[in-house]
């Protein structure tokens, strides 16, 4: 399908989610052109999204999201495109991780940092369908007893931790099930740090920060492997809309027709690297 025939077929979807839209809320005629749409954005005719203070590579390069390099950067840019946003109509603004999921009124559109879509966090905030859906991965480093495994049987006599109450410490319960349990931390700095020193073997995060960590951040560091997607245990992203924003369909319907046209799947790959370099461990 030629570019030119995706656009049409994403302002046809558009339009069908604003026609439900205009049934609920009856406001002026909506549809991929932000001038008809502006009382529902923060400025009018502006698309106002939100990310990270700092935003970190490879979601945001050197920290400048206007510049629409990184994968959040770009996938944000596809967004505003498919809203009928040009460039230069695209405003950001930054906000914590927490903050920006918490109750109340929101000074953004949408905010993409990458957030997974949990039923917790539904109570408070909107999220679009899943702009892209990360699997889990092992990552270590040179000198510690983990960089010689190739499967998950080899990791199952070490050390193995991750960030308490993520999907990456489920991972290691359900996918790993080290003898000595899954090590807990507050945070994937912690847990960084405590590989650096030697307390744990190896630790799990999602795969884009795998790549980050191993080949950025970690001296020697060393990437396993993914864990096997079949097991169900990976993170979906959403964009978060503040809690029952009339945003939220059209944005759901941008991302969709983003998802169906190859756009999405071409953005992770440009800028994520899809899954180089990381082999299924069994």
């Known amino acids: 399908m030629t570019r030119t025939a995706r656009r049409s077929a994403a302002a046809v979807a558009l339009a069908a989610t604003a026609a439900l839209l205009l049934a609920a809320c009856a406001p002026t005629a909506v549809g991929a052109d932000p001038e008809a749409t502006e009382s529902l954005y923060v400025t009018e005719g502006k698309l106002t999204i939100a990310t990270g203070e700092p935003a970190y590579y490879p979601y945001v390069i050197d920290d400048a999201p206007e510049s629409g390099e990184g994968f959040e950067a770009a996938i944000a840019y596809a967004v505003a495109e498919e809203l009928g946003f040009a460039p230069e109509d695209v405003v950001w603004v930054r906000t914590s991780f ?7 009124p929101k ?25 892209y859906a990360t699997p889990q991965a092992v990552i270590t480093v040179e000198s510690s007893p983990a960089a010689s495994a190739t499967s998950l ?6 050390l193995v931790g991750a960030a308490t109450g993520t999907t990456s410490f ?18 994937n700095d912690d847990a960084v740090l405590a590989l650096q020193n030697g307390t744990v073997d190896a630790i799990v995060v999602d795969l884009p920060t795998a790549f980050f960590l191993t080949g950025v951040v970690l001296d020697g560091g060393v990437l396993l492997g993914q864990l096997p997607a079949d097991a169900g245990i990976s993170d979906e992203w959403g964009l978060v809309l503040a809690k029952d924003s009339p945003l939220t369909p059209l944005v759901t319907a941008a991302v969709d027709a983003l998802r169906e046209s190859g756009r999405l799947d071409e953005i992770a790959e440009q800028w994520l690297g899809a899954d180089a370099g990381a082999p299924i461990l069994q």
């Open 98 to 104: 927490g903050a920006a999921i918490q109750p109340g």
């Open 107 to 131: 000074d953004f559109d949408f905010n993409l940092q990458q957030y997974t879509i949990t039923e917790e966090r539904a109570e408070n905030v909107d999220f679009s369908s899943p702009y």
């Open 153 to 158: 049987a080899d990791l199952s006599g070490l």
């Open 170 to 187: 489920t991972a290691i319960e359900e996918q790993i099930a080290p003898a000595a349990g899954a090590q807990a931390f507050n945070t």
